[in-house]
């Protein structure tokens, strides 16, 4: 890597580093946010859109990484998962107050193999598994204590907690990115951005104003 003065050979700080592949870069970005975030550095917001174009965005945990994309887990029934069905088109944005970095990523997301949603699911508590059964995730819900009688039923139901199968509506979606930005914060809002471009699986990079 050229670097001088703490500089990489396009002039931005050396954390962004010199590297070819944008996966490269947030994996060395992501361990850093996991030695100084509190809590839950794999938390990411994922936006979506329904079939009127109306954007909707909440937060997940980013649970799967490969040069593929970024995979996250949920109710393939939930508003998110009815959404994703519709327009396969998403974005996400990590922000890691403590290192005050931030990085955007967009794309279209795709289903994760049953594979992979199986291996995923058979390593989560067994709380959470149950809850995965128990939750009509996004629909009304008229009362806490029927959602507590139905986590009661599933959980008499699969007392075993060895043996739960994964529901048939809960699975992965992987965002397959099209650009990721890595965003450095500066003094007086002189941020830096850097932003990768795929074209025909080759990664390309811009410097962009803040």
Not at 11 to 28: A, H, T, Y
Not at 47 to 74: E, H, I
Not at 130 to 142: C, F, M, N, R, Y
Not at 191 to 197: A, C, G, M, S, V
Request: proline share 4%; charged share 30%.
């Amino acid at each position: 890597m050229n670097q001088k003065n703490g500089k990489n050979s396009l002039g931005i700080d050396s954390c962004f580093e010199d590297l070819e592949n944008p996966i490269d870069l947030f994996k060395k970005w992501f361990s850093e946010a996991e030695k100084s975030e509190i809590n839950d550095p794999n938390a990411v917001a994922v936006a979506s859109s329904d079939k009127d174009n109306q954007p909707n965005v909440r937060m997940v945990l980013l649970k799967g990484l490969s040069y593929k994309g970024f995979v996250f887990y949920t109710n393939f029934n939930s508003k998110k998962g009815v959404e994703l069905k519709i327009n396969q088109k998403a974005s996400m944005c990590f922000h890691w107050k403590s290192l005050r970095r931030q990085v955007r990523i967009i794309g279209k997301v795709e289903e994760v193999t049953s594979k992979e949603a199986d291996d995923y699911y058979n390593s989560r508590p067994y709380k959470n598994k149950i809850g995965a059964w128990a939750s009509s995730q996004s629909q009304v819900l008229d009362k806490r204590e029927t959602f507590i009688e139905k986590i009661k039923k599933f959980e008499k139901k699969y007392s075993d907690q060895n043996k739960i199968p994964r529901p048939p509506h809960w699975s992965g979606w992987r965002l397959i990115p099209n650009e990721i930005e890595f965003w450095l914060d500066g003094e007086g809002r002189i941020h830096e951005r850097l932003n990768y471009i795929r074209s025909n699986d080759k990664w390309s990079k811009e410097l962009l104003y803040p």
